[in-house]
């Protein structure tokens, strides 16, 4: 059954019983500021579960797009995944633990064909600080259905320290079987809605041994035991109460809070405990093994490299789509980590090449008909994608060959400096959680105090710099101030094409964080100039054109049709940068440096503001994202 029959399976389903189908909400939470991202179906329904009421009605059934940005470090085992589908019903103040068990028993068994011998379940053990009872009554419930097809449903408790005891109902803790949009109850504020759930759960098989190979061997399996054996196919949400100062109160109305993910019901349907073999993967994976020359499967390594690279840039095509572009900062920045994360896999793997456009393609073609916006929005989420792969494969081998040339000369050593890790962050991309992560896969440490100090010197000398002058218009030579040294030769190259040939630089003023650039011309820049200014410079970074330099007699630079300061004392042999070689060309000009070697690095450049300087001159300012 592939994911696509699934999900309309189970929306036809509760809409026979009386559900109205609603559309997914974003991945961007609206007046929800708890959360970057919306991380479950019952965050968009929140202020109905506390009692506002809903325009469709009381029964309610959806498919919701969801990430949690917490799991980007688990991908690459079997079952983790940072994007999800997660299919819902809900009832606000209408049915309740009854219809809700029989009708998950129904699907999951009848609708979906599963073994009810290979189910397993949940409920929660109560808690009596909080004055919160066992739920004994969901036990009842599930006993009377495993019971209609022949099976005796023991329940037990403590299955976490005894193991199974040959049960099938098994009581847990908070941690396991209590849900609120911000887990445990201790950590609820005052107001938030939470309560019980049951989870539902399918049993892979002991002969696979997955619990023998995993690293709870030693430990009892059971069905919330992490080995892989038993996988979450579900979990009905008993939304009854709200938190007080005093503890509990129940809400007004007893609410159903269903979710279950699409991608691990799945994998249970066809029975494969690896989420990456359903259907919803297999273009990418096959798209991959071209790509790469290699086979899903068949390394352990290239197997998690090849989890990553699929999980990460369908994650960062939903992310761009609702409206996350990749950026330093907010949703975007996860965004930006989604996607260089898995070109530095694919590094890994031999890609040499930009192809993560290609992935997203495919992602676009297998989602569109539910999601019809990712067709839309398809150019720009190609684009994104394609101009942050530019951007980062720039830098990436680069940024390597000095990981492992400092690895070299500090063979001794089990920890990574702050001041190399942010080196590799400022110069080369490499978020911090890159390198935190490559130094985990060599069983080395990161100097994280360290590194946080460097950055807050950087972010220090960023700030007071921007008062003062500065010998050659340069605060440092950062990669950052290289940056915005490289932007500001396109800028005046723009300028020149925009305005006129009249233009000449008049003085600049560059730090890590924006340039500031004087130029010569008798008027203010209407917004159409300043606009198809930015368009021209952001056209070339998107080429990303090599940066180059010659030293030649001043002379024959001027005859070259070189750029330059000419009211400038220069000597008799000068530097010559130019941005392009060939018909790519963009810009020539006479500088002493520092510059990048690549522009695809630079980022998006953004006009800040366009002012008068002096009579005759203008001044931009103008950064980089």
């Not at 699934?6 to 959360?35: C, M, W």
């Not at 019952?42 to 309610?60: A, D, I, S, T």
């Not at 690279?309 to 930006?336: C, E, V, W």
């Amino acid at each position: 059954m592939k994911a696509s029959e699934l999900r309309q399976k189970y929306l036809d389903f509760f809409k026979e019983r009386g559900h109205v189908i609603i559309p997914s909400a974003s991945l961007l939470p609206e007046n929800d500021p708890s959360t970057l991202f919306t991380g479950s179906g019952m965050q968009p329904m929140v202020p109905y579960l506390l009692g506002e009421k809903h325009p469709e009605g009381v029964r309610l059934a959806d498919s919701q797009k969801c990430f949690r940005a917490g799991d980007i470090d688990d991908v690459g085992d079997n079952r983790h995944t940072t994007f999800f589908e997660m299919l819902g019903n809900w009832s606000l103040g209408d049915y309740f633990k009854e219809e809700q068990i029989d009708w998950m028993f129904e699907f999951l068994t009848k609708d979906l064909g599963l073994d009810p011998e290979r189910l397993y379940v949940s409920v929660y053990r109560g808690n009596k600080d909080y004055k919160l009872e066992k739920d004994s009554e969901s036990v009842n419930l599930w006993k009377k259905k495993f019971s209609s097809v022949g099976i005796q449903a023991d329940d037990i408790d403590f299955a976490e320290i005894e193991g199974m005891q040959g049960g099938r109902i098994f009581y847990y803790p908070e941690k396991e079987n209590w849900w609120s949009r911000v887990g445990v109850p201790e950590n609820m504020p005052v107001g938030e809605p939470g309560g019980p759930d049951s989870e539902m759960f399918w049993d892979f098989g002991e002969n696979l041994g997955l619990h023998e190979k995993s690293k709870w061997k030693d430990k009892p399996c059971h069905p919330a035991c992490d080995c892989g054996r038993f996988l979450e196919i579900g979990n009905n949400v008993f939304m009854q109460f709200k938190k007080t100062e005093e503890g509990f109160e129940p809400l007004d109305n007893k609410n159903i809070d269903f979710g279950g993910g699409l991608e691990r019901l799945a994998v249970a349907v066809n029975d494969t405990p690896d989420i990456f073999l359903s259907d919803i993967f297999q273009t990418l994976r096959i798209k991959i093994e071209n790509v790469t020359g290699k086979k899903y499967g068949e390394n352990e390594e290239e197997t998690r490299a090849f989890r990553v690279i699929m999980d990460h840039l369908r994650g960062a095509t939903f992310l761009i789509s609702d409206g996350a572009i990749p950026s330093n900062k907010d949703q975007g920045y996860f965004t930006r980590r989604l996607i260089r994360r898995a070109v530095r896999y694919a590094y890994d793997l031999n890609v040499n090449y930009n192809f993560t456009a290609d992935v997203a393609k495919m992602v676009i073609e297998e989602y569109s008909s539910y999601y019809p916006d990712l067709l839309t929005k398809e150019i720009l989420i190609l684009a994104e994608i394609k101009n942050e792969e530019e951007k980062f494969r720039a830098t990436l081998a680069n940024g390597l060959k000095e990981y492992n040339k400092w690895r070299e000369k500090n063979s001794s050593s089990k920890v990574i400096s702050g001041d190399f890790a942010f080196k590799l962050f400022a110069t080369y991309g490499f978020p911090i959680e890159m390198t935190l992560e490559m130094a985990e896969e060599n069983n080395l440490s990161v100097d994280l105090e360290s590194f946080k100090e460097e950055l807050k010197n950087h972010q220090d000398l960023s700030r007071t710099a921007s008062a003062g002058k500065f010998k050659g218009g340069l605060a440092d030579s950062s990669e950052e101030t290289k940056k915005l040294h490289t932007a500001a030769h396109l800028l005046l190259e723009a300028m020149r094409r925009v305005l006129g040939s009249h233009v000449t630089q008049k003085g600049s003023n560059i730090t890590a964080e924006r340039l500031r650039f004087d130029f010569s011309h008798p008027e203010k820049l209407s917004p159409g100039q300043k606009q198809e200014i930015e368009d021209m410079v952001n056209a070339q970074i998107k080429k990303a054109l090599t940066v180059s330099f010659q030293e030649l007699p001043l002379q024959v630079a001027k005859d070259n049709g070189a750029t330059g300061v000419f009211d400038s004392k220069y000597s008799d042999v000068v530097k010559v940068y130019s941005i392009g070689q060939g018909a790519d060309r963009f810009s020539q000009e006479i500088c002493g440096g520092p510059h990048v070697d690549n522009i695809g690095d630079l980022g998006e450049f953004k006009i800040k503001k366009e002012e008068s300087s002096s009579a005759g001159v203008r001044r931009i300012k103008a950064t980089l994202e």
